[in-house]
């Protein structure tokens, strides 16, 4: 069982910068994929970025260049820098782990609040 907790979402004006946090536990962490989605409200959840265990990062055309996705894997935990928000970005962000023997996503966080104002 992996659990997942994000932190350090917030108000924050557009222009402005936040980095998430998602701590994960398990012992095998360094082999997850690590994704980011977000849900807005009234729409679908959406996918913004993942890394590979190996480090290898994948962006939403919506955030590259905006976004950076990392991860410490001593620390077991997978951030989110965003860069340059927009009011757009406004949503409820999570962070999801798939296990390499697996076809999806199979732990998920229990989401934070990204609010950005204008």
């Known amino acids: 069982q992996v659990q997942l907790t994000e932190s350090g979402g917030g108000l924050v004006q557009a222009g402005g910068s936040l980095r998430l946090s998602c701590a994960a536990s398990g012992r095998m962490f360094s082999t997850y994929r690590m994704g980011w989605f977000r849900q807005a409200p009234g729409k679908e959840r959406e996918w913004v970025a993942y890394i590979t265990g190996g480090g290898t990062t994948f962006y939403a055309d919506s955030v590259r260049g905006r976004f950076t996705i990392s991860r410490d894997n001593a620390k077991t935990t997978v951030y989110l820098q965003m860069n340059s928000l927009k009011l757009e970005d406004t949503a409820v962000y999570y962070c999801?782990?798939?296990?390499?023997?697996?076809?999806?996503?199979?732990?998920w966080g229990q989401g934070t609040q990204v609010t950005v104002s204008s």
């Open positions: 999801a782990a798939k296990r390499p023997t697996v076809e999806t996503y199979d732990y």
